[in-house]
């Protein structure tokens, strides 16, 4: 490590650890080795990969740790914190037996103990992806940890790889992972469960607040019976506006105002369920023996089946603890779920339960019916802010889920806002924001009252756990490697508690769920879509891609040319200094290859400038700048590594990226030379590897091989080091001087119909018009138009 902020790969720095868990070994008598297993499949092995460029997660202690639990309180549980006001008189039609009040309160407990506190809190929560959850997250899990998803070649150097080596996995759940790996409907439907849960998220994402803001106006009826309904519709789509209005103010600062409303209504919530049990029925206690719940379902059949339509509605939300897990972390959700809302829950159903049992009318409104005397009105304004406060849950949830989309490449880069410098994971996009609103101020409109809206409510949430837990128990077996009898054992008794309410809220399909699921079934189409398309791209981009040693050449004159393969003229010398955008940083940049081909010239000076986006608010000084020498004299690959609140591309950037090269430049003053000569001994190379043009690589190495090129292209690259340092900042700073020329690539995707089916076509063309229609215009890089070249290029796919 050098000093300035810039980092010149030498082969005195060691051993460099990849993305996939091979590690170079680098000494001075420039020896390299790679050392990994069959196991592990090495797509690319870029030596230029350092420990901070790999997403880690973040760990919150003390202080911090307190307050994203408080944090979380004000947007994870406004939803299933506000199901009091109706499960009661959700699950029942009319005024309940003692009998069937005791098995529908022991449901209610057992669901929301099994779901959500053991399946969700100490379960689902530990499955996450360096601290992003959701189901989307489990995937890119099970991804890291066997060979089932293909990488974006912009970020696949810095996906953390754990494959495990097949010493390090029993048989059976080797075998689990063999049959995925290899059995292309496994992957298929696996990729497909998980994109789908995603999209019950957000269809739920457009139902909620609609259905929470909707009912907690709908709530002023108690004290004005005359409240027409177009008023009703209409306060509340104010309301949902303004909700929307406040998300640029970012997850942090929303939370902070919404978590005293949640605390004190959770907290109302319990002191009522404490008045009630002590005043009229503490005898409902029984219910937490599960044998009422199952007495409940024996003697209802049919009627208590449907009854699980509302018990689910206890738990409705509890898909946020896990979808929100990355704006705020596992242990901060566990904290503030099992010391304050869980508790406060099952003592606000216990209490209504032991006043429905004295008082069975009770039912039809087992919140306001149940408030202690004196405590009506609080109660009605608390409960109105709370219901308002519900719709955070899902609309965070929903930031949160479509920024994973977006980085797994199955969906259009859209303009992202992170809204915080201490947790990385809290986003706000404002795209989604703006939909989601018009959504759900149509949705308010059309359905206009909590009757209808709730026949679509729950489905989704019922599904998304049914979906989470068959994930889940993948992770167990791939990545956790517990025995699969174990995890079977635990699965099984979770799946059919789920299943067993899926088929009771599918009921609700016919009546209005459809709606929710055909939102759903639209968005993963274009989810699916997106990413077949953004795969047949990087394939297509990744043909012809040569090593610049294998592209330029030298003559005996001492001058360089193309290949023979890419046409062999001469090359010119241009003045200046010439910065290619090199999109995945390695191998030779397309942009480049496709200058060099249409004017067979090149600048003096020429830089492979490569932007890596890490996942922190900033980047040190010291690990933000790495440069690279290349087989070839006056040509370098630079990374520059940025924060997501670092500004990169600026006027100034050709100064920068001047300042820094020279840093590196003079760093290697007393490097040793390297030969250029093509050595007769074996060859020491690794196929494919990105940087095997550096010159942290040896220089015995035979340029052609395994690549095909014709005899007189086997030649000897030239060696920087034959380049005196002070020659080469001479070359540097003459070519600084005379100009400073940003090239850009400018791609387009053209569709092969001869090799293309039908259903390919039409799916492959609507994925091209979207890319047209969604991708970054160079206008918004800010760079001096006067220094701008964009270079077009066909891909066909």
Not at 551 to 562: A, C, I
Request: hydrophobic share 45%; aromatic share 10%.
């Amino acid at each position: 490590m050098g000093n300035d902020g810039i980092h010149f790969i030498t082969p005195e720095d060691g051993p460099q650890r990849t993305s996939e868990g091979a590690v170079y070994e680098g000494s001075g008598d420039s020896k390299l080795a790679k050392t990994y297993s069959k196991d592990v499949e090495s797509l690319y092995s870029d030596i230029n990969i350092k420990d901070g460029d790999i997403k880690r997660k973040q760990i919150f202690k003390g202080w911090a740790l307190l307050l994203l639990a408080y944090q979380s309180t004000g947007v994870i549980y406004g939803d299933i914190g506000t199901s009091p006001l109706y499960v009661y008189s959700s699950t029942f039609s009319s005024e309940p037996s003692y009998d069937d009040l005791l098995g529908a309160l022991s449901l209610i407990i057992w669901s929301v103990t099994l779901i959500v506190t053991i399946k969700y809190a100490f379960i689902v929560l530990a499955a996450d992806d360096e601290g992003e959850g959701g189901t989307f997250a489990m995937y890119s899990l099970l991804a890291r940890y066997c060979n089932i998803a293909t990488y974006d070649p912009k970020t696949r150097n810095t996906v953390k790889m754990e494959r495990y080596l097949s010493n390090q996995i029993s048989r059976p759940n080797k075998g689990v992972r063999t049959f995925l790996e290899e059995s292309a409907a496994s992957r298929i439907i696996l990729k497909a469960l998980a994109v789908f849960g995603v999209s019950l998220v957000l269809a739920d994402g457009i139902l909620t607040p609609a259905q929470s803001v909707l009912g907690a106006i709908q709530g002023l009826k108690v004290v004005r019976p005359g409240l027409e309904t177009h008023t009703i519709v209409g306060i509340s789509c104010a309301i949902l506006v303004m909700l929307f209005l406040i998300q640029p103010f970012g997850v942090g600062k929303i939370s902070m105002v919404f978590a005293p409303i949640v605390v004190l209504w959770l907290t109302f919530n319990m002191v009522f369920g404490i008045y009630n049990l002590v005043k009229f029925d503490h005898s409902v206690l029984k219910a937490f023996s599960p044998y009422f719940a199952g007495a409940f379902l024996v003697r209802n059949k049919i009627d208590g089946w449907r009854s699980l339509g509302g018990i689910l509605l206890a738990f409705t939300g509890v898909e946020a603890l896990f979808a929100d897990l990355g704006a705020f972390s596992k242990k901060a959700i566990q904290l503030s779920w099992l010391c304050l809302a869980y508790p406060c829950l099952l003592l606000a159903y216990i209490g209504q339960a032991a006043n429905i049992s004295s008082n069975p009318g009770a039912f039809s409104n087992p919140f306001f019916n149940t408030v202690p005397p004196g405590m009506f009105y609080p109660s009605l304004v608390l409960s109105i802010l709370a219901a308002i406060v519900a719709s955070q849950a899902l609309i965070t949830s929903s930031f949160q889920l479509l920024s994973q989309v977006m980085n797994m490449s199955y969906f259009p880069q859209i303009k992202m806002i992170y809204t915080s410098d201490k947790v990385h994971g809290q986003v706000y996009i404002p795209m989604a924001n703006w939909l989601l609103m018009i959504g759900t101020v149509i949705v308010t409109a059309v359905y206009n009252n909590t009757t209808s809206l709730g026949q679509a409510y729950g489905v989704c949430v019922i599904l998304v756990t049914f979906i989470t837990t068959n994930i889940v128990a993948l992770v167990a077996i791939i990545v956790w490697r517990h025995n699969w009898i174990l995890v079977f054992a635990v699965w099984l008794p979770f799946v059919l508690l789920d299943a067993t309410f899926l088929s009771a809220a599918l009921e609700k399909v016919p009546r209005g769920a459809w709606f929710t699921l055909l939102l759903a079934a639209i968005l993963s189409t274009v989810f699916i879509l997106w990413r077949y398309g953004k795969e047949n791209q990087w394939s297509a981009e990744g043909k012809g891609r040569p090593r610049l040693s294998q592209l330029v050449l030298p003559t005996p004159d001492g001058k360089t040319r193309l290949a023979d393969a890419y046409g062999g003229g001469e090359l010119t010398s241009i003045n200046g200094l010439g910065i290619f955008f090199d999109k995945s940083g390695d191998l030779v940049p397309t942009v480049y290859l496709e200058f060099l081909r249409k004017f067979e010239a090149q600048q003096e000076v020429h830089v492979f400038l490569h932007l890596r986006a890490l996942s922190k608010p900033y980047v040190s000084a010291e690990d933000k700048y790495t440069v690279q020498r290349t087989s070839h004299t006056n040509c370098y690959r630079m990374t520059i590594r940025h924060g997501y609140n670092d500004r990169v591309i600026t006027n100034d950037l050709g100064k920068r990226v001047y300042e820094e090269l020279r840093k590196g430049i003079e760093m290697t003053r007393n490097m040793p030379v390297y030969s250029s000569a093509v050595s007769s001994e074996p060859s020491t190379e690794i196929p494919d590897s990105p940087v095997a043009d550096s010159a942290i690589l040896p220089a015995r190495r035979n340029v052609a091989h395994s690549h095909g090129l014709s005899p007189t292209d086997r030649q000897p690259a030239i060696a920087v080091n034959e380049c005196s340092t002070e020659r080469r900042i001479q070359i540097l700073d003459r070519a600084y001087k005379k100009q400073v020329v940003y090239i850009v690539g400018k791609e387009q995707l053209r569709l092969l119909n001869e090799n293309n089916n039908v259903v390919k076509r039409v799916v492959l063309g609507v994925y091209i018009w979207l890319r047209e229609n969604s991708r970054a215009k160079i206008a918004q890089w800010r760079l001096p138009v006067e220094k701008l070249v964009e270079v077009g290029f066909v891909k066909e796919i």
